[in-house]
C-alpha cells in the first residue's frame, strides 16, 4: 500500500512541477535592459525578434546583445492584458480552517469523526493565465467521538488549479483537484501508521488589497478512498471545511 501511493504521489507531483517549467527565452542587453519572450526570427549575426508577453515584439541587433539564455517562467497568452489578480504568477499561501465532523469506515466499524482544525500551505504557479499547479501540504489533529485517544494526519500532494476573474479581476475564484499521500500517527497501535490516498476539492476565492498580501476564504473537502494499516481498511467520503487565509 505505502509503495503504491508513493508511486501514485511521485507520479502527480512530478507533473505538476513539470507543467510549469515552460522554457523563455532571455536576452540580455549591452545596456543593462533585459528583454523576456520567446524569439520568433533569428538571423545569426545580423538580429533577432523577440516577442514578449504583452504581445510586443523587439527587434534587436546581435551587437547591441550581452548574452542570452533560457528561464522557467509560466507561459501566458499573447496579446492579452490581465487585469488586478488575474496579473499574480504565482501563490504561496496558508490556511486555517475547521473541518467538520463525519462518518469514517473503520475495518466495517463506522465511528464519528470529531469536527476540527485544519491547517494547509500551498504553492501554486500559473502556467496559463487561467490554470495553475502546485504542490501543498494538510495537517490536523483528528479524534472520533466515544475514545480518549486522538490522531495526527499529515498530507502532501499535487494540485491542478483552474482559475476565474471575478469583478474586473478585483476578485479570483480558484477550484483546485489535490492528490495527495497522507500519514496518520496515534498512540493507538491499530490506528497507528495508516497510509492513505487523500483526494480533495478546494474553493478559493481571493480579494484585491492595496498590499501585496492577497485574503482569501476556502471552502473545500477531503476524501479517503484508500487507505489503512496492517489491521485495518480505513476510508471516508467527502467531508466538508471551511476558513480562510492569505496569499503572499
Known amino acids: 500500500m505505502r509503495t503504491f501511493l508513493l508511486c501514485l504521489f511521485t507520479l502527480v507531483l512530478f507533473f505538476s512541477v513539470g507543467l510549469g517549467q515552460e522554457k523563455i527565452d532571455v536576452v540580455y542587453l549591452n545596456n543593462g535592459d533585459v528583454r523576456k519572450g520567446i524569439i520568433i526570427e533569428n538571423a545569426p549575426n545580423d538580429y533577432i525578434k523577440i516577442e514578449t508577453r504583452d504581445g510586443s515584439i523587439f527587434t534587436i541587433k546581435y551587437s547591441d546583445i550581452k548574452k542570452m539564455a533560457k528561464e522557467s517562467r509560466p507561459s501566458f497568452p499573447s ?4 487585469k488586478g489578480l488575474m496579473m499574480r504568477d504565482r501563490d504561496v499561501g496558508i490556511t ?3 473541518w467538520l465532523s463525519g462518518e469514517i469506515s473503520v475495518g466495517g466499524m463506522r465511528p464519528e469523526k ?3 482544525l485544519l491547517l494547509r500551505a ?3 504557479e500559473y502556467i496559463l493565465e487561467k490554470l495553475g499547479v502546485g504542490a501543498y501540504v494538510n495537517f490536523s489533529p483528528v479524534s472520533t467521538e466515544g475514545s480518549s485517544e486522538g490522531a495526527t494526519i499529515i498530507e502532501f500532494g499535487g494540485s491542478i488549479k483552474p482559475r476565474f476573474s471575478l ?3 478585483k476578485s479570483v475564484l480558484k477550484i483546485g483537484l489535490n492528490i495527495g499521500y497522507r500519514m496518520q500517527s496515534s498512540d493507538v497501535i491499530v490506528m497507528d501508521k495508516i497510509d492513505a490516498m ?5 474553493v478559493e476565492v481571493q480579494f484585491t488589497t492595496s498590499s501585496s498580501i ?3 476564504v476556502e471552502i473545500g473537502f477531503l476524501s479517503q478512498p484508500v487507505g489503512g494499516n496492517e489491521y485495518y481498511d480505513i476510508q471516508f467520503p467527502p467531508i466538508l471545511y ?3 487565509g492569505v496569499a503572499f
Open 167 to 169: 469583478a474586473d479581476g
Open 96 to 98: 486555517a480552517a475547521y
Open 242 to 244: 471551511f476558513g480562510g
Open 198 to 202: 487523500g483526494l480533495n476539492l478546494t
Open 122 to 124: 500551498f504553492y501554486d
Open 79 to 82: 496579446g492579452k492584458t490581465r
Open 214 to 216: 492577497v485574503p482569501f
Open 114 to 116: 470529531e469536527g476540527g
